[in-house]
């Protein structure tokens, strides 16, 4: 009873969000499931001072945001489940901007469960969805959409470059350009409003028009620019598509071996062994590559192979970075000869190719011209790998780019819609020109913010909210 009563004192202080809806207090695993040192257990809502007095039997909550070693029992039997730390987070200065808990236990699945079941016999409070923290901290303003995004990527990132674009959204970079726009407009919008209003009063001068022009026109030109970065965020994000291309016997699958030091592919002296598109996920100095290994290209007679050579180049077309590998012995160094036996692979035209001469061993001292982007490799001896990821590494920065230098990244496709929407607006904003239609004119910009707000999470974003939230993991 005491407790129901003061979740409900607690609740009364701070208005309820709409948002959030229920106000009720929801907890979860936030360490990743399974046996390991220290497992941490969260908590948010109103109800989250009255569960650590229930569970630490204390008549108050610690400190906030400081640590305290406690007992925490089992509240209907009094039975202690472990000895840990709790943390007191008093709204809004927390994650989700609501009351928060902590608890640091001992990370044995029996004391998780045993402290889990314990919270969710405690009235009002029920375990969370995936991603709902970080929902509830959308709810009260503490991030925007991009930045949840950016949270969400942090937690899957896998390499050096992937963590540092990740956090640099997280951190606001992102939103806070979009949000730079959005101001722009909505300034532009207001002059144009009050020409519209009062330009027969004489009030407003003539230029304010001009001036609108002139911004709308440096905005259009900056979004452009943004969209036209060659996907390198969103590339970054997914990971680079690299595919091994070549004729049968050339060595790709031992490329392939030999880059992810495991005998992923099945090599063997008979050519045409690879019939299956296999892939295994790479990391080449902090960039992620999705790296394929595909069957010979050549005319098949057996049906499986024919398959197989299907599957190659339709993996082919979708490549963001193609390997092409040849036998070093059978094709003539010449610049002309290596663009002949290149061209025959009909690589995706305007992707970038690196082209690997195999079996650099059977050379025999006789070294073809070479530089980049071919280069000089032997799968059996290891010889010219060095210089193959380099080689690598550099079209991969290129792809991605610097994700801490210049302009922040496009990460989603999310937002190159809502953007390509935006800029379609502020085109057709400089088409109507001269037509004098005014009022036409403002609503092109009101059409062009509304697409920026959407991406912020600013304005009506409703229907994209359980899909960006989806993907979070529970207790997060
Ligand atoms: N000497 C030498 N032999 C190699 C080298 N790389 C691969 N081989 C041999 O070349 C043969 C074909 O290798 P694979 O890796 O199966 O070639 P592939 O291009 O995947 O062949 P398919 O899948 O049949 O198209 C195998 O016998 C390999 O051991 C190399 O650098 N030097
Ligand atoms: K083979
Ligand atoms: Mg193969």
């Not at 089992?74 to 609501?98: I, K, M, Q, Y």
């Not at 959005?182 to 009063?201: C, K, M, P, R, V």
């Not at 502020?426 to 088409?431: E, I, K, S, V, Y």
Request: hydrophobic share 40%; proline share 7%.
């Amino acid at each position: 009873v005491r407790r129901g009563g003061t979740a409900l004192r607690t609740a009364s202080r701070r208005p309820r969000l709409s948002l959030c809806g229920t106000g009720d207090t929801i907890f979860a695993l936030s360490s990743a499931p399974g046996r390991c040192g220290v497992a941490v257990i969260r908590a948010s809502g109103p109800g989250s001072a009255g569960l650590l007095r229930s569970l630490t039997g204390t008549p108050g909550p610690p400190p906030p945001r400081v640590l305290a070693l406690r007992r925490i029992r089992d509240p209907r039997s009094a039975e202690t489940l472990d000895r840990g730390l709790v943390v007191w987070f008093p709204g809004p200065n927390s994650f989700t901007g609501e009351d928060c808990a902590e608890l640091h236990v001992h990370g044995g699945p029996a004391v998780v469960s045993g402290v889990l079941q314990a919270l969710g016999r405690l009235p009002g409070l029920r375990p969370a969805e995936p991603g709902e923290f970080t929902r509830r901290a959308f709810a009260h303003g503490k991030l925007d959409l991009t930045a949840a995004e950016g949270l969400r990527d942090l937690i899957a990132a896998e390499t050096e470059a992937q963590r540092r674009q990740a956090l640099r959204q997280m951190e606001g970079d992102l939103g806070r350009l979009y949000q730079r726009w959005s101001h722009a407009l909505t300034q532009a919008l207001a002059h144009l409003e009050a020409y519209i209003d009062f330009s027969e009063d004489d009030n407003v001068e003539e230029e304010v028009l001009a001036r609108v022009a002139v911004t709308v026109r440096a905005l259009l030109q900056e979004i452009r620019g943004h969209l036209r970065d060659g996907r390198r965020g969103e590339l970054l994000r997914g990971g680079v598509r690299a595919v091994i291309a070549g004729p049968p016997n050339v060595g790709k699958s031992s490329l392939l071996n030999l880059l992810c030091r495991r005998p992923a592919a099945i090599v063997s002296p008979s050519a045409g062994t690879t019939r299956d598109v296999l892939e295994v996920a790479l990391d080449i100095g902090g960039y992620p590559l999705l790296l394929s290994d595909t069957a010979g290209l050549r005319r098949a007679a057996d049906p499986v192979e024919r398959e197989g050579v299907r599957r190659a180049r339709e993996r082919l077309c979708q490549a963001d970075l193609v390997l092409a590998v040849l036998d070093a012995t059978s094709v003539s160094p010449t610049p002309a000869a290596l663009g002949a036996a290149l061209a025959a692979l009909e690589p995706p035209p305007g992707t970038p190719c690196v082209l690997v001469l195999n079996k650099a061993d059977l050379l025999g001292g006789a070294t073809p011209a070479q530089g980049p982007p071919a280069t000089l490799l032997s799968c059996k001896t290891g010889e010219g790998l060095e210089a193959l990821l380099e080689l690598l590494a550099q079209q991969l920065a290129q792809l991605c780019g610097d994700p801490l230098s210049g302009w922040p990244s496009l990460t989603q496709s999310r937002h190159s819609r809502h953007l390509g929407a935006c800029a379609a607006a502020l085109g057709r904003f400089g088409d109507l020109g001269d037509s004098g239609d005014l009022a036409l004119a403002a609503e092109q910009l009101r059409l062009a913010r509304r697409e920026l707000g959407r991406i912020t999470g600013h304005v009506g974003a409703e229907d994209v909210l359980d899909i960006i939230f989806r993907d979070f993991c529970v207790g997060k």
